[in-house]
């Protein structure tokens, strides 16, 4: 007797999870696989922010805050939102919860009814489709290919809304395709949405500060979708604190009192430590986190250099985020060594199987072309993947 509710029976398991477990696993039984599944920075997390979380346990923050955050915090986010984003928000429209990934999903339950329509331009992170599922809402994918950097453009997204469209929702820089968005672009897709009211943009900011080119351009920066606009960002990425669970969102005021509403009746806020830690987090000038993004550069040039020389992948320069999405269509209707490869996700099996690499499937990105690698990873691991990827795929 299946018990398990309809809902929750058309949800899928994350396959960034699924993929990395998998991986977990092979290593534990004593193979020697190197995981560049998980989008996780490999980094420690500043000793500064380390310090205010010791503080802030020996200052017994050990009771509930208050639901959207402390103020405190909300102050240090609304402050980094006007010093990086030149976005003015109050304490009260922000609200920090456990991880970007529940500021999502909180949004999503405060705006979606049974049947709306959620425009996902394809590829999207995993978890998009599936929370837009879990609210009872229904997806609407844009394609987009390697060919226009997997971007899509102002023009597709009119063509898209249709009267019962509630929400964009994209991430820009883009996990995973490691494009991001131009001032530009953002401006036209801004310009579509304004014509709009009952659209609302999910902006997914979360790779921000990793952008080795251009400048990150908020979209709520545009007035005329500000009051249509709820930003994404969180302390994940850019502090490589991902098992912190600190996410937050900026919003209008009546957006902001809904994930309020939300998350009071359901976690009722976030780790009182890590929100602490986090004060000090968002106080950090970005210059101190250029550490890291110069390693993940150096990382993306030479993985860049490396994936060109393997059969049958074709990749674009990604410009932002950590990830790279090559198109493996080449592979696909092909038999490997004994594999069937019907889609990318068969690929991915395949490659963990023959060659020890953990990479994600591009099916529940939206993208059955495509396997995702995060480059999140050592020098040495990344060279050795490609190596055994390369070696792995040449007879074919
Ligand atoms: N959005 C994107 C695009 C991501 O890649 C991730 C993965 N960390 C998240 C949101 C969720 O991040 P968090 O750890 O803050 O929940
Ligand atoms: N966001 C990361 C990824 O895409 C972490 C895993 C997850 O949250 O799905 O790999």
Request: overall charge negative.
């Amino acid at each position: 007797m299946n018990k398990i509710s309809d809902r929750l029976n058309r949800l899928s398991y994350s396959q960034t999870f699924v993929m990395s477990n998998k991986a977990r696993d092979m290593k534990a039984a004593g193979i020697d696989v190197i995981s560049l599944t998980l989008g996780e920075p490999d980094f420690d997390v500043p000793q500064k922010i380390k310090q205010a979380a010791f503080d802030a346990i020996n200052e017994n923050y050990s009771h509930y805050s208050p639901v959207p955050g402390f103020l405190e915090l909300r102050q240090a986010i609304a402050a980094k939102l006007k010093r990086d984003n030149h976005l003015d928000y109050k304490p009260t429209q922000i609200c920090v919860s456990n991880g970007a990934k529940q500021s999502i999903i909180n949004v999503l339950q405060a705006i979606i009814n049974d049947g709306d329509e959620v425009i996902l331009p394809a590829p999207y992170w995993v978890s998009y489709d599936e929370m837009v599922k879990l609210v009872g809402g229904t997806s609407v994918f844009i394609e987009t290919s390697i060919d226009t950097d997997f971007k899509f453009t102002a023009e597709q997204l009119e063509k898209a809304i249709t009267p019962r469209t509630k929400a964009l929702l994209y991430s820009s820089p883009c996990n995973p395709s490691g494009s991001y968005y131009t001032r530009g672009e953002l401006e036209a897709i801004a310009n579509v949405v304004a014509k709009y009211p009952q659209v609302t943009i999910i902006s997914d900011e979360i790779y921000e500060f990793i952008n080795y080119e251009g400048e990150h351009v908020s979209i709520a920066s545009f007035p005329q979708v500000y009051e249509q606009t709820a930003v994404i960002n969180g302390m994940s990425k850019a502090f490589a604190m991902t098992g912190w669970r600190i996410g937050y969102s900026a919003c209008p005021d009546w957006l902001a009192s809904a994930c309020d509403k939300v998350q009071g009746q359901m976690t009722s806020g976030a780790n009182t430590v890590a929100q602490r830690a986090s004060i000090t987090a968002m106080q950090m000038d970005p210059s101190e986190l250029q550490y890291m993004i110069m390693e993940f550069h150096k990382r993306r040039d030479l993985v860049f250099e490396l994936i060109k020389e393997i059969k049958g992948f074709k990749c674009n320069l990604p410009k932002s985020a950590f990830y790279f999405f090559p198109d493996i269509s080449y592979f696909v209707g092909k038999n490997l060594d004994g594999f069937e490869i019907k889609d990318s996700d068969d690929f991915a099996m395949f490659l963990l199987e023959k060659a020890h690499v953990g990479s994600v499937g591009g099916v529940s990105f939206g993208s059955p072309e495509c396997i995702r690698l995060s480059y999140a990873a050592s020098e040495e691991d990344l060279r050795e993947a490609m190596k055994r990827i390369k070696d792995c795929v040449e007879p074919f």
